[in-house]
């Protein structure tokens, strides 16, 4: 049996709900997001000691729990919302989705909407959930078009965009669903990471993501690297002090070069001596392995050295 073929049970549960689910006023149909919420609080409570693997079955057997009555109520709240209702294949790859796996629809099979299931279901744990699209447009749209679903459920929504300052992203990201593209979401979390406080970080957990053209973001996209840049304080000292060093190393003995690889690696002959030539401790790489650096110049060993201890004594300084 297709692992689909497996979930059909689970579909007859959620259609069970439907007529309970249909009586309800907006009211009360927008007040099960809260009774969700602490059916999990209680459910997960002592789950901040457990192990983050243990955690996480925890939450996932938590939210499966809820799964048929949740996919329900989005159900309902997407024809109130935007007068589309869910068919029940589409049932099937909100919980594909749901499970990490890859659903596969063609244009016009509502994919967008098959999104809403998920991402609902996982924003109930209060942690963040991320819809990943390839452009600032459909972001902007989907957010606006089936934000009106988890608003009507009572879900915050927020869309990161490319003119957005750190304290409107830091609002976007403290919604229960944030929409943007794989570009702003990865430079979001490149800059982050060159911050020297949390407090002006702009994302917070990373928990769930529904990712939209999966193949275009994680294969075609995923060609180009997102390289990003910050201002450095290295002293022009450095430079002087490799300079010194480097004359008195020898090629082979002191440092490998791989003309190939564009690398000249010490040996520790060569760390050996440019501890003893310069006024620092230690040449040795923080990381595991040999120090090594990119790009040897044309000119000879010379150069080639120069390069590299620039850059070591860069990295160290």
Known sequence: MTPAKKLWPVVARINAFEPEIRRLSDEELRARTEE??????????????LSSDARKQLEQAALDEILPEAFACVREASARATGMRHFDVQMIGGMILHRGMIAEMRTGEGKTLVATLPVYLNALTGRGVHVITVNDYLARR????????????????????????DFERQEAYRCDITYGTNNEFGFDYLRDNMKFELATCVQRDHYFAIVDEVDSILIDEARTPLIISGASDDSTSKYYEADVVIPNLTRDTDYQVDEKQHRATLTESGIEKAERYSLRQSFRPVEHGNPALPEPGSGGAHSLSSRQELHRAGRRG
Do not use: C, H, P
């Open 142 to 165: 989907d957010s606006e078009w089936m934000g009106k679903i988890y608003k009507f459920l009572g879900m915050t929504v927020g869309v990161i965009q490319n003119d957005l300052d």
């Open 36 to 49: 969700f919420k602490a059916r999990l609080t209680r459910r997960l409570e002592g789950a901040d000691e």
